[in-house]
């Protein structure tokens, strides 16, 4: 099946400084891929739409300037978190859609800046 | 976006059946009916989905309402290891975005 892998899995950074989370999809090509943030006890949040090749789409109220998203290639998406601060902490998940329906989650990352 | 409401939460017996329930009454007619399921600090996972009919998979079964306004997710007997929040999502044809709502917290009671 779809797997979809995350990287890395958990990471702490010093505030003001960057992180990249990476997006892989193994097995299978993901023109789209999203991202999303969870906050403890709560639901996932969208926060964009990322697409092979072109800019990605940012939902409202999400800083692009602040969450960077490159998808390079049909495999590959990255999130990086710029100038983190200890509000940006949270569960982000990152999801790609394969060529059946549905979509396929990666495991998550938690981030925690100290 | 399309919306969908659930309870917050729900507990069952184990080895029992659950139902849970999904009203999605903005569905359009091309709106797929996904399930998915988060064990705690993991991503979602897929359980099922439809369009129509009802559907039966190794995990659950999905019973959608003939006006397709709701759903139930069907667990034939709970174990321990069902112990999550259930996201009922419309799969939006138009914008392939899924929005997630509150879920369902399960509760399995040994």
């Known amino acids: 099946g779809a797997v979809v892998s995350q990287h890395p899995s958990r990471v702490i950074c010093k505030s003001g400084t960057s992180v990249k989370i990476e997006c892989r999809s193994l097995d299978f090509q993901a023109t789209t891929m999203f991202w999303y943030r969870q906050f403890p006890k709560q639901s996932l949040m969208l926060m964009a739409t990322?697409?092979?090749?072109?800019?990605?789409?940012?939902e409202q109220g999400v800083e692009k300037d602040k969450f960077l998203i490159n998808h390079a290639s049909l495999t590959l998406s990255t999130l990086t978190v710029t100038s983190a601060h200890p509000e940006d902490s949270s569960f982000y998940i990152c999801?790609?859609?394969?060529?059946?329906?549905?979509?396929?989650f990666g495991s998550g990352t938690r981030l925690t800046v100290v | 976006d399309a919306k969908t409401t659930q309870p917050n939460s729900m507990e069952s017996n184990e080895e029992e059946p659950v139902h849970l329930p999904c009203n999605h009454s903005?569905?359009?007619?091309?709106?797929?009916i996904h399930w998915y399921r988060q064990l705690p600090s993991q991503g979602p996972e897929y359980v099922i989905h439809?369009?129509?009919s009802n559907v039966n998979n190794r995990m659950a079964s999905l019973a959608i309402a003939e006006d397709r306004k709701s759903s139930t997710l069907i667990l034939h007997r709970a174990t321990l290891r069902d112990a999550a929040v259930y996201y009922c999502?419309?799969?939006?044809?138009?914008?392939?975005?899924?929005?997630f709502g509150t879920g369902t917290r399960l509760k399995v009671l040994a």
């Open positions: 903005t569905i359009s007619g091309t709106d797929y």
């Open positions: 439809g369009l129509t």
């Open positions: 999801s790609a859609r394969g060529t059946n329906y549905g979509y396929t």
């Open positions: 990322s697409n092979e090749g072109s800019k990605a789409t940012y």
């Open positions: 999502i419309l799969d939006d044809s138009g914008t392939y975005k899924y929005i």
